[in-house]
């Protein structure tokens, strides 16, 4: 009889903060944890008062109408804010025991442990598809070629973009299709081995074919990255997403979560009757 | 247990490569973070070597014309040395009328031209678009000879409309290029917004794209009248200078620069002390200037929304 292997929550990581030996969560537990979390620009709330919980190895999805707070949401889950100086973000985001907003949390190393790609695709335009790709490694110290040329490798297979662009890795990334170029994206944040990887609409700029071909993708990277999605499209969010945050904006114009449950779950039986509402086309 | 497989650690390259990158990166985090204060420092260092100069030159000119400034100041017209009192206002009646002359001379036809160069790529825009780069960069003193010719020599007398006439080609060049800038920067679906709802070229410049344009080109213009009140070489051939007021620009004509070109280089304290009150004057006039087109594109802009 062949003994059940243990589970995979044994993986030592150091804590880059403390020093302190972390455990790896394992599949379906959470990884980033968010509580209470309120963003306001220049005083006014932009998302008020969200709670939930990420599980490694799955795909959130958030969704909801124009101006219910998702890409302000997710842009604080890696600082993003931080560059913008009227923004504040109170309440706790927590990456496994990593407090983002914590005055020792280094934001650069959080950022390459939470990734992102955006609406647009946008590489770096004097940059060929490889450097692309190496770009966030090289920007984190790392300068081994042996190393950049795996993580390279292993980030455009991933990205199903290693088979047309392996001939030419000098090219500059403005030879790719729009949506090529938002794979080389994609690649580019894989490269760094995040642990979460955050997606702003990432298929909006596409057409419908480079969208399927992203949307398998997505499917496909789970298994290597947690992944948040943000997306206007709730047929993508059923399609691709283990768990579904439904935000919607308040009277005062700021966002609030209204469910949060799996995706199934929230598009077949939801329990608030304005999820319902949603998830059907009657609004938004 | 299958959902575990990928993560079961050790034989897992992506968690081991995860591993390496993040220890390289925390690795790194002193010298990267040492490297981004070096450089921030340097950044600091230059800003201060840049800065001192200005700082420097404004409060020289501030501590040195504000003893000048007093209600004669602003009120008589120049006195020769040794006959106490005077003051700039005939300095200040030309600058004020040559400056006028010149900007509603040159805001217009620079402002056209910037729009046919904002409108056009061919070869004259081309052509039209280098020859006013080139002449941003002629020295003023040219332009003042080529007043002097065209003007003084034609004329048989310098005059104030000489000045302004110089002083309107320094301006033309900038208002132009400032122009195209601001109306190019308008984005091009708004153009297209116009055109589809049957507007004619001209409809859509005149009622899209110049007034979303506005607050880029008035900036534009008050530096280029900036700029142009500033300049004391052109007028040094064209103007000649009065020790009188005058109103009338197709008489010689006093001007702020001119005074200070001249009455620094004196050997009398008192002029000199009025050569730095008019350096002060003419500041602030271009500091208010400049202060004002950033507040008016400021409303401008805040009025779009």
Redesign the interface.
């Known amino acids: 009889m062949i003994e ?2 243990p ?2 929550s ?5 804590n ?1 903060n403390t020093g302190e030996v972390l455990m ?1 969560p ?3 537990e959470p990884i980033m944890r968010l509580d209470d979390v309120t963003v306001s620009f220049a005083g006014r709330n932009a998302v008020r008062g969200v709670t939930f919980d990420v599980h ?2 799955e795909i959130t999805a958030l969704i909801g109408p124009s101006g219910s707070g998702k890409t302000t949401l997710l842009r604080a889950l890696n600082r993003m804010h931080d560059t913008v100086r009227t923004a504040s973000v109170t309440g706790s985001v927590k990456l496994g025991a990593t407090d983002v907003y914590a005055g020792t949390t ?1 934001a ?2 959080l950022r ?2 939470v990734g992102m790609v955006f609406q647009r695709p946008n590489p770096f335009p004097t940059m060929s598809i490889y450097e692309n790709t190496v770009a966030g ?1 090289k920007f ?3 300068r081994k070629k042996a ?1 950049l040329d ?2 390279a490798e ?1 980030a455009l297979i991933a990205a199903a973009l290693w088979d047309s662009a392996r001939d030419r890795l000098k090219a500059h990334a403005s030879t790719l299709s729009g949506g090529e170029q938002q794979r080389l994206c994609i690649a580019r944040a894989l490269a ?2 995040p ?1 979460v990887l955050l997606m702003d609409e990432p298929t909006s700029a596409l057409d419908p074919i480079a969208t399927k071909r992203i949307e398998e993708l997505i499917g496909e990277l789970k ?2 990255v947690t992944i948040i999605i943000v997306t206007h499209n709730m047929q993508q969010a059923m399609r691709v997403s283990d768990r579904c945050a439904f935000l919607l904006m308040g009277e005062d114009k700021a966002g609030e979560l209204i469910e949060f449950g799996p995706t199934a779950k929230l598009f077949s039986e939801p329990t608030d009757p304005r999820t319902l509402d949603y998830v059907n086309g009657r609004f938004g | 247990m299958m959902t575990t497989l990928t993560f079961d650690a050790p034989a897992d390259p992506i968690l081991e490569r995860r591993r390496r990158i993040q220890s390289v990166a925390s690795a790194s985090l002193r010298r990267r973070k040492n490297y981004s204060r070096v450089a921030i420092g340097v950044c600091w260092v230059f800003l201060a070597v840049a800065i001192v100069p200005l700082i420097g030159v404004v409060a020289y000119v501030v501590i040195k014309g504000l003893p000048a400034w007093n209600a004669d100041f602003f009120t008589q017209v120049t006195e020769p040395e040794g006959i106490p009192g005077g003051g700039v206002w005939n300095a200040i009646v030309g600058t004020a009328v040559i400056g006028a002359i010149a900007t509603a001379v040159a805001v217009p036809v620079g402002l056209l031209c910037g729009l046919f160069l904002a409108e056009s790529d061919g070869r004259i825009a081309g052509a039209i678009r280098f020859t006013a780069d080139v002449m941003t960069g002629v020295p003023s003193i040219t332009i003042g000879i080529f007043g002097y010719i065209a003007i003084v020599k034609n004329t048989g007398h310098y005059s104030g409309l000489a000045g302004a006439f110089a002083i309107g080609i320094i301006m033309l060049p900038v208002i132009m290029r400032a122009g195209e800038t601001a109306i190019r920067g308008v984005p091009f679906h708004l153009n297209e917004a116009a055109l589809a709802l049957g507007a004619r070229r001209a409809t859509v410049a005149r009622r899209v794209v110049v007034p979303a344009a506005m607050p880029g080109i008035i900036t534009g213009v008050l530096l280029a009248v900036a700029r142009g009140l500033g300049e004391t070489a052109p007028l040094l051939l064209t103007i000649f200078g009065n020790q009188y007021l005058q109103w009338n620009p197709t008489k010689p004509m006093e001007a702020l620069p001119l005074v200070i070109y001249n009455y620094s280089s004196q050997p009398y304290a008192d002029l000199v002390q009025v050569a730095w009150g008019a350096a002060l004057l003419l500041m602030v006039v271009v500091l208010v200037l400049s202060i004002g087109s950033r507040v008016l594109a400021a409303v401008l802009q805040r009025e779009k929304r």
């Open positions: 059940p292997t589970p995979a044994v993986e030592e990581r150091v880059f790896n394992s599949v379906g490694q190895g280094d650069t190393l390459s442990r490694l984190n110290g790392v190393l795996e993580a292993s760094v081995e642990e298994h290597r």
